[in-house]
């Protein structure tokens, strides 16, 4: 079992920043990779970010590379999103998975978070 709570999520102006913090727990949670979700109002959740159980490896959206930067720190259990010149289209609701592999589909993650809401204004 692992245990995921996301935070640091709220208002931004567009060209603004935000980092998002996924805080993991359970005996599980060091042999899973991480990965960052988004589901914006009517759409499809949209995978945004993955990285190894070891943090040696990332893999990113093609639209979020440049602005999106995720990493972890094991100690701490915890892998956070550092989301740089946001725009009104990153709005949406940005969910914590853990998941045995790097995986753009949604339903291949065993574990979710509730979720934390990004909003950027024009």
């Known amino acids: 079992q692992v245990q995921l709570v996301e935070s640091g999520g709220g208002l931004v102006q567009a060209g603004g920043s935000l980092r998002l913090s996924c805080a993991a727990s359970g005996r599980a949670v060091g042999t899973y990779g991480l990965a960052w979700f988004r589901q914006a109002p009517g759409k499809e959740r949209e995978f945004v970010a993955f990285?190894?159980?070891?943090?040696?490896?990332?893999y990113y959206a093609d639209s979020m590379k440049g602005r999106f930067t995720i990493s972890r720190d094991n100690p701490k259990n915890t892998a956070y999103l550092q989301m740089n010149s946001l725009k009104p289209e990153d709005t949406a609701v940005y969910y914590c998975?853990?998941?045995?592999?790097?995986?753009?589909?949604?339903?291949?993650?065993?574990?979710w978070g509730q979720g934390t809401q990004v909003t950027v204004s024009s």
């Open positions: 990285i190894t159980w070891s943090g040696a490896n990332t």
């Open positions: 998975a853990a998941g045995s592999r790097v995986s753009g589909m949604s339903y291949q993650y065993d574990y």
